[in-house]
């Protein structure tokens, strides 16, 4: 069975940073691209960064020069910066991963998502 496990969420005040982690574990064969995405209450939600296993990254307008997406493909985890963060980044963030399981003579190709945690930015 695979999995997304997250960690690092908190309560943090404006202007503070944060970093999250997330991990992929189980039956992996490869892992094509990986993200956060983030629902505040009352909303729907939205993608906040996405990056391939290439290196190639993508922000949402909101938070193109405060937050940095990286991962390290050998362990199969995808970290989040945030920096400057405002109220209204405030959401339970969710991982996210498209990725085939199995192996060379077997894949499943699975989207999956963490369980989410909670960013709390207030003062």
């Known amino acids: 069975q695979v999995q997304l496990v997250e960690s690092g969420g908190g309560l943090v005040q404006p202007g503070g940073s944060l970093r999250l982690s997330c991990a992929a574990s189980g039956s992996i064969f490869s892992i094509n691209t990986m993200g956060w995405y983030r629902q505040a209450p009352g909303k729907e939600r939205e993608l906040v960064a996405t990056?391939?296993?290439?290196?190639?990254?993508n922000y949402a307008d909101s938070v193109k020069g405060r937050f940095t997406v990286s991962r390290d493909n050998a362990k199969n985890t995808v970290s989040l910066q945030m920096n400057s963060l405002k109220p209204e980044d405030t959401a339970d963030y969710y991982c996210n991963a498209a990725l085939y399981s199995g192996n060379i003579f077997r894949r499943t190709y699975l989207e999956l998502w963490g369980q989410g945690t909670l960013v709390t930015v207030s003062s």
């Open positions: 990056i391939t296993s290439g290196g190639s990254s």
